[in-house]
């Protein structure tokens, strides 16, 4: 069954650290893949997608993720984080020949001071 | 250019009443998609609309939710009665339609209907 998987429910980094979010995917071909953002009482927002291509892609806000074939992965990343990046991330995929997206469970990320 | 708006964002009603959701999707978005966000967890798709074709409903609980599309634009989504375990936000999203058209995949959402059932 087609699947996305976020292996880490919260995590905590200081502001200016930097970041990665992991995700991985079970799918019979290589899905499209992207990642939202959802701040609290917000809806979600896109932050990058990988279709094809060159396998680093950039997003909004300073995010990055690379897509790995070979570990099924598309990681999200950030070099400094700013507080204002605490919200919660999903990873999200859907198949070459369909409309549905499936979400992963979601990471919360916190950032201290 | 307005996003996808949804109303009520927030909604108190006690079990077994009925309690109706509506969305407008971005104008020319020609799929609709309706979401169940529990608390905790990835949004799950409900409802899937091309136009005004219900196109993939399989995870829609259809003894007490119902949806529906009138002229391809706005939809409602409905649920009668509603139970305790339907406490969660619903979202809303759209796209343009077909991944390898001129759709490049994105769903774009609302902020989302909170449900609290008591």
């Known amino acids: 069954a087609q699947s996305v998987t976020q292996p880490d429910i919260h995590i905590t980094v200081s502001e200016g650290a930097s970041l990665e979010l992991r995700c991985n995917y079970s799918y019979g071909a290589t899905p499209y893949l992207f990642w939202y953002v959802q701040s609290p009482g917000q809806g979600l927002q896109l932050l990058l997608k990988y279709f094809s291509g060159d396998t680093l892609v950039q997003g909004i806000k300073g995010f990055e993720a690379e897509f790995k074939r070979s570990q099924s992965s598309f990681n999200l990343r950030k070099p400094s984080v700013h507080w204002s990046d605490a919200a919660e991330y999903f990873c999200a995929a859907r198949g070459l020949y369909g409309n549905k997206l499936v979400f992963g469970a979601g990471t919360i990320l916190r950032v201290k001071s | 250019e307005a996003g996808v708006v949804q109303s009520p964002r927030y909604k108190i009603i006690e079990k077994k009443q009925p309690v109706a959701f509506w969305c407008n999707p971005i104008?020319?978005?020609?799929?609709l998609y309706w979401y169940l966000q529990n608390l905790g967890q990835g949004p799950e798709l409900l409802i899937r609309?091309?136009?005004?074709?219900?196109?993939?409903d399989s995870q829609l609980p259809k003894d007490r939710f119902s949806a529906e599309r009138l002229k391809g634009v706005d939809s409602t989504l409905k649920i009668q009665p509603a139970e305790l375990g339907d406490s969660a936000v619903y979202l809303c999203a759209s796209s343009l339609g077909w991944p390898g058209t001129d759709d490049t995949g994105e769903l774009f959402f609302g902020e989302g209907s909170r449900l609290t059932v008591l």
């Open positions: 104008s020319g978005h020609n799929t």
């Open positions: 609309y091309e136009n005004e074709e219900a196109v993939d």
